[in-house]
T-cell receptor, first 110, second 115 residues
Framework: AQSVTQLDSQVPVFEEAPVELRCNYS??????LFWYVQYPNQGLQLLLK??????LVKGINGFEAEFNKSQTSFHMRKPSVHISDTAEYFC????????FGTGTSLTVIP | KAGVTQTPRYLIKTRGQQVTLSCSPI?????VSWYQQTPGQGLQFLFE???????NKGNFPGRFSGRQFSNSRSEMNVSTLELGDSALYLC??????????????FGAGSRLTVL
């Protein structure tokens, strides 16, 4: 069985500060991992994905994530956040279907 | 090219009624998946259609059903609505069937409120 746990439901951070959104997964098969962002009244948009190869993956909007197999984690970071990064972020693992975490609400404080 | 289009965007129904939601995928995408999003539960997989056939189904009661047409457009139906069915219903399309390394493109969703 596969599952995703997002360790923080809400993350407040000041503008221009760094942020890390944490994601742990469980999977008994090959791992494909994703981060999506959802802005208010919109669907989900893909930020980045890990399929294979380098464990450090770079996405859009300055986000990057590191796949750690031994710790079964896929934490995502951004060195300096902007007000426009305020949104809901979802981590997902795929196998026979996609399994999404319950989301992390990132609030950037001016 | 146009994205994934979901209609209607908002709707209000009462308990016991039924509802039909529509999803038009990205041109060329043959897979359409449906998800239910509620606060605290995140996204729950409903079902996936590929080439007009249901390929996978989540753990939802039989009141939730769907179909896909020859042009890849999909509809989902919820019968005998309950208060707990209030949610944002998201449709996602992809080029390939199934999950794996597939990449989903989501629509903006249909927000259903059941009174």
């Amino acid at each position: 069985a596969q599952s995703v746990t997002q360790l923080d439901s809400q993350v407040p951070v000041f503008e221009e500060a760094p942020v890390e959104l944490r994601c742990n997964y469980s999977s008994s098969v090959s791992v494909y991992l994703f981060w999506y962002v959802q802005y208010p009244n919109q669907g989900l948009q893909l930020l980045l994905k890990y399929l294979s190869g380098s464990t450090l993956v770079k996405g859009i909007n300055g986000f990057e994530a590191e796949f750690n197999k031994s710790q079964t984690s896929f934490h995502m970071r951004k060195p300096s956040v902007h007000i426009s990064d305020t949104a809901e972020y979802f981590c997902a693992v795929s196998g026979n279907q996609f399994y999404f975490g319950t989301g992390t609400s990132l609030t950037v404080i001016p | 090219k146009a994205g994934v289009t979901q209609t209607p965007r908002y709707l209000i129904k009462t308990r016991g009624q039924q509802v039909t939601l529509s999803c038009s995928p990205i041109s060329g995408h043959r897979s359409v998946s449906w998800y239910q999003q509620t606060p605290g539960q995140g996204l729950q997989f409903l079902f996936e259609y590929f080439s007009e056939t249901q390929r996978n189904k989540g753990n939802f009661p039989g009141r939730f059903s769907g179909r896909q047409f020859s042009n890849s457009r999909s509809e989902m139906n919820v019968s005998t609505l309950e208060l707990g069915d209030s949610a944002l219903y998201l449709c996602a399309s992809s080029h390939l069937q199934g999950a794996g390394a597939n990449v989903l493109t989501f629509g903006a969703g249909s927000r259903l409120t059941v009174l």
